[in-house]
């Protein structure tokens, strides 16, 4: 399977500032030309939320302060300016190879 | 608009088997494979399986054969799945989500299905 390194595990920023998430797998989601690396918020009590899907599309209804890049075995989620409902947990996801596998999640706080 | 709706929570004794639903609304059903992720403190998110309700086509992460078992009823729009033998470690949150395509993540989900497995 792959895995899928997250940090930081915790981070606090503070409002308008950015807040930036790392993800890392263990072998490349690269498969034919796309990323297949999509983001999740989760707030306490609430199933998970698309963020982005294939590295750095936004998904419908998701503020353009969410975005995401990267490529093959590295990819980043951003946040920028941070606002206070942002406050959550944070997944990455692979879908290159099955099974499908979720990194551990990264805490946004406020600083 | 697309919804997800599960079945409440459910309190289980070891050993025992239980079935939880997921009944979908605001788009074509049988059209669009049915994920299952649990969800553990600790332990974060696995992908349990899917199912494709037009055809009933399954598909299992290997680590669940044997626990898992997914059906379709395209009459009612409702995904169902069965665990079985049911330890404490099963005790969990269970999550449907709908995946437009399989480039794609998982962009509509359930509310979640607390099982609590307990003697």
């Known amino acids: 399977d792959i895995v899928l390194t997250q940090s930081p595990a915790s981070l606090a920023v503070s409002l308008g500032q950015r807040a930036t998430i790392s993800c890392r797998a263990s072998?490349?989601?690269?498969?034919?030309?796309?990323?297949?690396m999509h983001w999740y918020q989760q707030k306490p009590g609430q199933p998970p939320k698309l963020l982005i899907y294939?590295?750095?599309n936004l998904e419908s209804g998701i503020p353009a302060r969410f975005s995401g890049s990267g490529s093959r075995t590295d990819f980043t989620l951003t946040i920028n300016p941070v606002e206070a409902d942002d406050v959550a947990t944070y997944y990455c996801?692979?879908?290159?190879?099955?099974?499908?596998?979720f990194g551990a999640g990264t805490k946004l706080e406020l600083k | 608009q697309v919804q997800l709706q599960q079945s409440g929570a459910e309190l289980m004794k070891p050993g025992a088997s239980v079935k939880i639903s997921c009944k979908a609304t605001?788009?074509?059903?049988?059209?669009?494979?049915i994920e299952w992720v649990k969800q553990r403190p600790g332990h974060g998110l696995e992908w349990i399986g899917e199912?494709?309700?037009?055809?009933?086509?399954?598909n299992y992460n290997e680590k669940f054969k044997g626990k898992a078992t997914f059906t379709a009823d395209t009459s009612s729009n409702t995904a169902y799945m069965q665990l079985s033998s049911l330890t404490s470690e099963d005790s969990a949150v269970y999550y449907c989500?709908?995946?437009?395509?399989?480039?794609?993540?998982?962009?509509?989900w359930g509310q979640g299905t607390t099982l609590t497995v307990s003697s």
């Open positions: 989500a709908r995946i437009p395509t399989a480039t794609y993540g998982f962009d509509y």
């Open positions: 605001g788009y074509t059903f049988s059209s669009y494979w």
């Open positions: 199912i494709l309700p037009g055809s009933g086509s399954t």
């Open positions: 072998e490349s989601v690269d498969s034919y030309g796309n990323s297949f």
């Open positions: 294939r590295a750095s």
């Open positions: 996801q692979q879908s290159n190879e099955d099974p499908p596998t």
